[in-house]
């Protein structure tokens, strides 16, 4: 399942390396040759991919090459995203003046509150991705996500470790797409009613051993609750769990 999901990612990024705008910025930047030295590797990656969709036993090594193609594809999508983007500024800018922001993307920023006073200017961004990375001291997601709850699409939180549970707001967002969740060890339950985001299309959760467990095919506890959506990647690194087991 997790290699096939990858073919999804690199099928969507070969197409976003073809795009106008990428080929502009690269060219802008004169990056050229690097867009197509990785454009060549990421044809090499996706034939691998394809080559091990069609073999059942997978070893360790295997799977966390998964893991890292994951990480690059994730990273690489932002970057041309950013591109893309800044393409549909201008135009929009060009044509109207000005233009609303539709993402946040908080990385590294260990000391950065999210639990704002001033939420105001907060309201007014109607965001339709939201991407938060490493906020290893925060115990709840602060509450401002709610004013996107008619636009959000894309949610990722990665390396929460303090954090017990998602908002039960986040069942209420009916645009939501893509959910994924990664590094939260102490996080234990789901919104009651995921089941009811109609367009959600990717569930993945990594390294949260306890969702890990709820999760399971068949026997998990959420597993009604997840088992419509289309793509579904739940995994837990093995070294973690054994040293959870052994504490």
């Known amino acids: 399942m997790a290699e096939s999901i990858l073919i999804d990612m690199s099928n969507s990024l070969l197409g976003k390396v073809a795009s106008y705008a ?3 910025a690269y060219l802008a930047y004169g990056l050229k040759d690097n867009l197509q030295s990785f454009k060549d590797s990421l044809i090499i990656v996706r034939g691998y991919l394809l080559d091990a969709e069609s073999k059942k036993d997978q070893s360790h090594a295997l799977r966390e090459w998964f893991k890292q ?9 932002d ?17 109207s003046g000005s233009i609303r922001k539709k993402t946040l993307f908080i990385r590294d ?20 991705h939201l991407y938060l990375y490493d906020f290893p001291k925060l115990l709840t997601l602060p509450q401002w996500i709610a004013c996107a709850v008619d636009t959000l699409e894309t949610f990722v939180i990665v390396n929460f ?30 919104p ?29 506890e959420y597993w009604p609750m997840i088992r419509d959506i289309k793509n579904i990647w739940i995994e837990q690194d093995e070294e973690e769990d054994d040293e959870e087991e052994d504490d």
Do not use: W
């Open 22 to 24: 990428c080929q502009e």
């Open 69 to 77: 193609i994951q990480n690059i594809c994730f990273d690489a999508e």
């Open 79 to 95: 970057i041309f995203d950013t591109f893309e983007l800044q393409d549909k500024r201008k135009k929009i800018v060009k044509s």
């Open 109 to 128: 920023c260990r000391m950065l509150n999210l639990s704002l006073d001033n939420e105001n200017s907060i309201q007014k961004l109607r965001m339709k």
């Open 161 to 190: 470790p303090k954090l017990q549970m998602l908002p039960e707001y986040l069942s209420t967002m009916a645009l939501l797409k893509r959910i994924c969740i990664a590094r939260c060890s102490q996080l234990s339950t789901l």
């Open 192 to 220: 009651s009613d995921l089941h009811r985001l109609t367009a959600l299309e990717y569930l993945q959760i990594l390294d949260c051993p306890e969702l890990f467990r709820k999760c399971q095919p068949q026997f998990g």
